[in-house]
């Protein structure tokens, strides 16, 4: 067990094929946050990045391994992990507030209407739905629809929020708009986060850590991205940065060949220390994470022992 906050060991999904010989969609795979830090995971499709964003969930569970969430070991679905889906799965009968007090009376069954109501506004006022309280997801564009789902699953305070791919049906944008809100959201309050995306700058302009997976099946964790940019950075003049490319260069380069080639070509892969790299800073910097601690190294230095 270790002392992150999340804490993803070795965990493997298996499904049973046709042929009756296993599919193995990912093993062996570590992965770990801090408190308060906003992860990103990038791959191609059907790498695995919703089935390990479920695992975490609690919505599936891994054939092998564990996953220790603020030093324990999930089990099952809990108030403390909320999920964000690409569809926003509001209950079409009741209005706004009713969604989201819904999800706060789950969460505290014992307080009285006012309290759930006062909780439930606050929570609506940050994602800037104020004025919309009575209206039902029939009469809401799609953009409000995810300002409903951003609410309803912040209103129950999570330790960690959980999102795929949230924004991918919305238009540019409204897109953007919410990429805002729920950057401000995050760092406002600290909000430890988990996100998928297929959008290289949504990932640049949210995460603190990319984690990049190769293709599946049998993909792997390749690198842990760790994003240069400044904390204060915005959306608007992200590209203006002088690491900016450096670092959108290295994910794409990924994503385009290295995703694909990175099994057969990378033959010292060690999942338990995936190298962390920070692309443009001012050389590439590589360090490896073990298990718990992060050592670093430089190019040209021999890859950090690794303590387990
Ligand atoms: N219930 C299931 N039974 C069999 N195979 C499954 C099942 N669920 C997922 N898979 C397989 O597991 C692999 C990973 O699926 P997953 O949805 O996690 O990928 P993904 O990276 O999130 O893809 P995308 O980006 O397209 O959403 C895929 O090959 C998929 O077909």
Redesign the pocket.
């Known amino acids: 067990m270790t002392d992150k906050f999340i804490s993803i060991e070795a965990i493997a ?1 298996r ?1 049973p094929g046709a042929d009756g010989k296993e ?1 193995t ?1 990912f093993e062996n795979l570590w992965l770990s946050m801090n408190r308060g830090e906003f992860g990103c995971v990038i ?10 964003l ?1 695992i975490l969930a609690g919505l599936d569970q891994p054939s092998e391994g564990a996953v220790i969430v603020d030093g324990q070991a999930i089990e099952g679905t809990s108030l403390d992990r909320a999920v964000i889906f690409q569809s926003h799965a509001l209950l079409p009968w009741r209005t706004v507030l009713g969604n989201v007090a819904y999800a706060v009376t789950s969460k505290w069954r014992n307080w009285d209407r006012a309290k759930v109501k006062a909780h439930a506004q606050t929570f609506i006022d940050l994602v800037g739905l104020t004025g919309s309280e009575h209206k039902r997801p029939s009469e809401l564009s799609g953009g409000m629809k995810q300002r409903v789902g951003i609410a309803r699953a912040l209103s129950i305070t999570p330790k960690i929020m959980l999102m795929d ?1 949230p924004f991918s049906a919305l238009d540019a944008l409204t897109r953007g708009t919410l990429q805002d809100e729920v950057r401000r959201i995050c760092l406002e309050t600290g909000q430890t986060a988990f996100m ?1 995306t ?1 959008d290289v700058d949504e990932a640049i302009y949210l995460a603190d850590k990319i984690f990049l ?1 190769t293709n ?2 049998g993909a792997v964790l390749a690198e842990i991205v760790e994003n240069p940019l400044p904390k204060d950075r915005g959306r608007i003049d992200l590209h203006r940065h002088p690491l900016y490319y450096a670092l959108r260069n290295h994910i794409v380069d990924f994503l385009v060949s290295r995703s694909k080639t990175f099994t057969a070509t990378v033959t010292d892969h060690d999942p338990r220390n995936v190298p962390i790299v920070r692309p443009g800073k001012p050389e590439l910097v590589v360090a490896a994470e073990a298990g718990n601690s992060i050592q670093a190294s430089w190019p040209g230095l021999a890859r950090p022992s690794t303590s387990s």
């Open positions: 999904r499904y599919t969609v791959g191609h499709s059907g790498c695995g990045k919703t089935t390990v479920n791919e998928i297929h997976m599946g099946p």
